[in-house]
T-cell receptor, first 114, second 114 residues
Framework: DTEVTQTPKHLVMGMTNKKSLKCEQHMGHRAMYWYKQKAKKPPELMFVYSYEKLSINESVPSRFSPECPNSSLLNLHLHALQPEDSALYLC?????????????FGSGTRLTVV | SQQGEEDPQALSIQEGENATMNCSYKTSINNLQWYRQNSGRGLVHLILIRSNEREKHSGRLRVTLDTSKKSSSLLITASRAADTASYFCARGYMTTDSWGKLQFGAGTQVVVTP
């Protein structure tokens, strides 16, 4: 299995809702990432988990809450989001916490906040 | 903030022609990576070139790296309609806390017409 699987593919949520994005990989990768991408912009790093521990938080607002239950799963819990949080959320994984190897990306969750 | 700059921002060519895009960065790298993104979905890792390498090939792709000029280029030879996508360079580097990070450039949108 050489894929990163993200669910759901599309999500529409109200500003008072609580929802979660899910990411799964079975490649034995020990580093997992959340990126946010706005239209026609490059991906921006949000969080890095290395060996199931949060190693980087790029000053992301607390309405985004990451969780890494085990080495194969990565969640992003969403609460009280704003319309400007609408974007493509990408999960990625890599062999380790270094950047010596390329990242494997999922196909993303397109989030719309209404 | 995004340190990588890519040019051109957009490139339109015909099938069979070569496509060249450039990437510049401002600070140190461990490596420079190139990714392709189709229609705002997930990114696909194309090639990684390490800071001590000058040129690398993969199929129809050729990447060069000039660390003295802090720049890299991606050449796609004999382009096909299926090469239509956005191409991103990404700077792989280590933080002061010894975590690996990948920072993306603004991207080049390539359109290949039959």
């Amino acid at each position: 299995d050489t894929e990163v699987t993200q669910t759901p593919k599309h999500l529409v949520m109200g500003m008072t809702n609580k929802k979660s994005l899910k990411c799964e990989q079975h490649m034995g990768h020990r580093a997992m990432y959340w990126y946010k991408q706005k239209a026609k912009k490059p991906p921006e790093l949000m969080f890095v988990y290395s060996y199931e521990k949060l190693s980087i938080n790029e000053s992301v607002p607390s309405r985004f809450s990451p969780e890494c239950p085990n080495s194969s799963l990565l969640n992003l819990h969403l609460h009280a989001l704003q319309p400007e949080d609408s974007a493509l959320y990408l999960c990625a994984s890599s062999t380790g916490g270094q950047t010596n190897y390329g990242y494997t990306f999922g196909s993303g969750t397109r989030l719309t906040v209404v | 903030s995004q340190q990588g700059e890519e040019d051109p921002q957009a490139l339109s060519i015909q099938e069979g022609e070569n496509a060249t895009m450039n990437c510049s960065y401002k600070t140190s790298i461990n490596n420079l990576q190139w990714y392709r993104q189709n229609s705002g979905r997930g990114l696909v890792h194309l090639i990684l070139i390490r800071s001590n390498e000058r040129e690398k090939h993969s199929g129809r792709l050729r990447v060069t790296l000039d660390t003295s000029k802090k720049s890299s280029s991606l050449l796609i030879t004999a382009s096909r309609a299926a090469d239509t996508a956005s191409y991103f360079c990404a700077r792989g580097y280590m933080t002061t806390d010894s975590w690996g990070k990948l920072q993306f450039g603004a991207g080049t949108q390539v359109v290949v017409t039959p």
